[in-house]
Nanobody
Framework: QVQLVESGGGLVQAGGSLRLSCAAS????????MAWFRQAAGQEREFVVV????????YYADSVKGRFTISRDNAKNTVYLQMNSLKPEDTAVYYC???????????????????WGQGTQVTVSS
């Protein structure tokens, strides 16, 4: 069973930056597509970004394009989310998720993913 542990959340002023990390257990991390989702208070969980197992293909939600960057270090079993130019609307609990590639469905839907982290709170003040 894959375990995912997020870190790096916190409180930041609008325009600031945070870097989230998600560390995965297991020996097959390099075979997983990895995604970040977020859920604001009172809202549904929404897709943020996904990166392919190779790290060569990414897709970003329009709301974060140009501000957020996903990367992965397969040797360290870790995926990162660099968040710049943060806005109050980015305030949410951020979750990482792993897709082993055997389920059907859109990469942009949470039902695609097999494993989830516990989430880390990001709060952006204005």
């Amino acid at each position: 069973q894959v375990q995912l542990v997020e870190s790096g959340g916190g409180l930041v002023q609008a325009g600031g930056s945070l870097r989230l990390s998600c560390a995965a257990s297991g020996r097959t991390f390099s075979n997983y597509a990895m995604a970040w989702f977020r859920q604001a208070a009172g809202q549904e969980r929404e897709f943020v970004v996904v990166v392919s197992a190779s790290g060569l293909i990414t897709y970003y939600a329009d709301s974060v394009k140009g501000r957020f960057t996903i990367s992965r270090d397969n040797a360290k079993n870790t995926v990162y989310l660099q968040m710049n130019s943060l806005k109050p609307e980015d305030t949410a609990v951020y979750y990482c998720a792993a897709d082993q590639g055997y389920n059907s469905g859109s990469y942009f839907r949470e039902t695609r993913y097999d494993y989830w982290g516990q989430g880390t709170q990001v709060t952006v003040s204005s």
